[in-house]
T-cell receptor, first 111, second 114 residues
Framework: SQKIEQNSEALNIQEGKTATLTCNYT??????LQWYRQDPGRGPVFLLL?????KEKRKERLKVTFDTTLKQSLFHITASQPADSATYLC??????????FGKGTRLSVIA | DTAVSQTPKYLVTQMGNDKSIKCEQN?????MYWYKQDSKKFLKIMFS???????INETVPNRFSPKSPDKAHLNLHINSLELGDSAVYFC?????????????FGSGTQLSVL
């Protein structure tokens, strides 16, 4: 069955540095990957989508890459700020199945 | 205006009771979902409805019954609540066929079964 994994449960970085989060998938080839942000007590909020034929996607300080050879997506936040502290979820789907989420990485940006 | 709204925000109840969670979306989307987020924060699909019809029903006990009176509403009714049902339940919606199917989530209902 399709699996999507975020191996780092938590990541602590200093303000101003670049945060890099990893998402790996196995047993399928998703047409796209999505990244969401979830704050405590709130629902996930969509951030970015990257398709299998795209290498990289950017939005302001966010950058997502998609490597179909490594079966991996990387999510970068440059010039990180304490306000970026949240849990980040990657998600994808195969065929007509609903979106499947990874377990998330809790990012803490320390001032 | 909240795009996806669900009520109540918190629900505390005794084992064995029956409870409902309501969800409404004003985005004009044709597909709605229920996800369950457990204590380890793992978000798992429960049901998916497209235009009021059940599309996906993952391995969920039949004590859980979704109801969609129209495509803007998807309610979740839970019978004979058990301790293991304690979790946060999220409603979401999307427009299938747009090419990205990004989900819009409600703010969640934290269910505590005592």
């Amino acid at each position: 069955s399709q699996k999507i994994e975020q191996n780092s449960e938590a990541l602590n970085i200093q303000e101003g540095k670049t945060a890099t989060l990893t998402c790996n998938y196995t047993n399928y080839s998703p047409a796209y990957l999505q990244w969401y942000r979830q704050d405590p007590g709130r629902g996930p909020v969509f951030l970015l989508l990257i398709r299998e034929n795209e290498k990289e996607k950017r939005k302001e300080r966010l950058k997502v890459t998609f490597d179909t050879t490594l079966k991996q997506s990387l999510f970068h936040i440059t010039a990180s700020q304490p306000a970026d502290s949240a849990t980040y979820l990657c998600a994808s789907q195969s065929g007509n199945t609903p979106l499947v989420f990874g377990k998330g990485t809790r990012l803490s940006v320390i001032a | 205006d909240t795009a996806v709204s669900q009520t109540p925000k918190y629900l505390v109840t005794q084992m064995g009771n029956d409870k409902s969670i309501k969800c409404e979306q004003n985005l004009g989307h044709d597909t709605m979902y229920w996800y369950k987020q457990d204590s380890k924060k793992f978000l798992k699909i429960m049901f998916s409805y497209n235009n009021k019809e059940l599309i996906i029903n993952e391995t969920v006990p039949n004590r859980f019954s979704p109801k969609s009176p129209d495509k803007a509403h998807l309610n979740l009714h839970i019978n004979s609540l058990e301790l293991g049902d304690s979790a946060v339940y999220f409603c979401a919606s999307s427009q299938v066929g747009t090419g990205d199917e990004k989900l819009f989530f409600g703010s969640g209902t934290q269910l505590s079964v005592l």
